[in-house]
């Protein structure tokens, strides 16, 4: 069977606790390559909410879809980061696709919130303070999103 084409829109997800440790995981094809959730759209008509709780239960076992009980704690931080595809991942995009838009989220979740990796996509996970998380990512975008994270949900923290 071919495996279709991924669309060039997706999801990043920060998921943090309240006391701002953020989660990272380790990527399988790349394993120096620590990151938040992220991935694409199945379908272009998958609207982004639903593309990013699918995308959390399938990297890390949390479930935040619509009735569940951390589904109030997504919010869409309405933020896009629009990127050259990285070469080592382009083949994945139909021919001449060389950017992605990527629209960011947020998750809280309780301390202590379980999580399963999918051994197909992910080796190792970690809970760190945001900015030593920010510091970790690969993604110039991801650590971006972790360093507004105080910004974006209103605490105030010395520089």
């Known amino acids: 069977m071919v495996k279709p084409y991924k669309i060039p829109l997706s999801v990043l997800v920060v998921i943090y606790t309240p006391a ?70 382009q083949h994945r995009y139909a021919p001449g696709v060389t950017r992605n838009t990527e629209h960011v989220f947020g998750l809280v979740v309780p301390p202590g919130t379980p999580v399963t990796l999918n051994p197909r996509e992910h080796t190792a996970s970690q809970w760190l303070p945001w900015r030593e998380a920010a510091d970790r990512c690969f993604s110039p975008s991801n650590a971006e999103a972790i360093l507004m994270l105080p910004k974006l949900i209103g605490v105030k923290f010395a520089a």
């Open 20 to 89: 701002l440790d953020v989660l990272l995981i380790r990527r399988a094809d790349a394993t120096d390559f620590w990151q938040s959730v992220t991935g694409s759209k199945d379908r272009a008509s998958e609207d982004f909410r639903q593309t990013a709780a699918r995308e959390v239960r399938e990297e890390t076992g949390i479930d935040c879809a619509s009735g569940t009980t951390l589904a109030s704690g997504l919010r869409d931080w309405g933020l896009e980061n629009v990127y050259d595809i990285y070469p080592r991942w």
